[in-house]
């Protein structure tokens, strides 16, 4: 028996203006496994996460976690529902350190009265102690620990696209959706992030959609691919499948073309 889908994607589509930017999407990512969605710039991935992360409201389709109706969802739901993300560009609070990042990231998963934080009663400082110490356990594992106080804007740019994973992962999601978490990270940076998305699979049981163009991270990470193209799904498979699959090889070519041809 199959194991069911943690996310579900049913004939979504979306629509700026005249530009249709996802175009009757399914896909499935069933629980435990790393799921990768590539295809050419502004192929609709990016959009694809924010219906998902409940940043737009698609016009048509369904969105199903663990069975349930996503879209049914209020947006600040999300979160709590078990849904992290990380985005293409950080969005982080570079003035602020790494830790009370990381505290941050906890905030809306803490259910804390109005009135016992503001009379610091004591359920309230439990969770706060709590919250501490999940956030020094992600920091040990992410490489963190020694950047606690640093304020985030005086990192390296690896080191801050580690603090961004370090604040998905630390609100405890059962799925994360990694927006190119290799663009701009060196080649053992990006070896380092290999490990780490595939241990949230195997350590943690975490459930993983990646929008990710470097291929190689992408092979070695995935269980499955969805290839999209101007906001529809033009495959789906293994990796090994997809690599061969003549469709996604010309999407890529014609790409590389066009843009050649711009220059
Ligand atoms: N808020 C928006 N308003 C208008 N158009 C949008 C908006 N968001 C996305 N689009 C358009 O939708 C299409 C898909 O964009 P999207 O960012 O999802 O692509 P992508 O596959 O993530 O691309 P990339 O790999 O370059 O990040 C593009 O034509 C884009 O310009």
Known sequence: MSTPALLEIENMSISFGGVKAVDGLSLKVEQGTIAGLIGPNGAGKTTVFNCVARYYHPQEGRIRFDGKDLLAARPHQVL?????????NMELFRSMTVQDNLLIGQHTQIPVGFWSAAFSLPGARAQEAEARRRASEVMERFGLAQFAHAQVSSLPYGTQKMVEFGRALVSRPRLILLDEPAAGLNPSETKGLTELIRDLRDRDGITVLLVEHDMGLVRRTCDEIYVMDFGRR????????????PRVIEAYLGKQEEEHAAA
């Open 234 to 245: 033009i495959a789906h498979g293994t990796p090994d499948e997809i690599s061969r699959n």
């Open 80 to 88: 709590p529902h078990g849904i992290a993300r990380t985005f293409q």
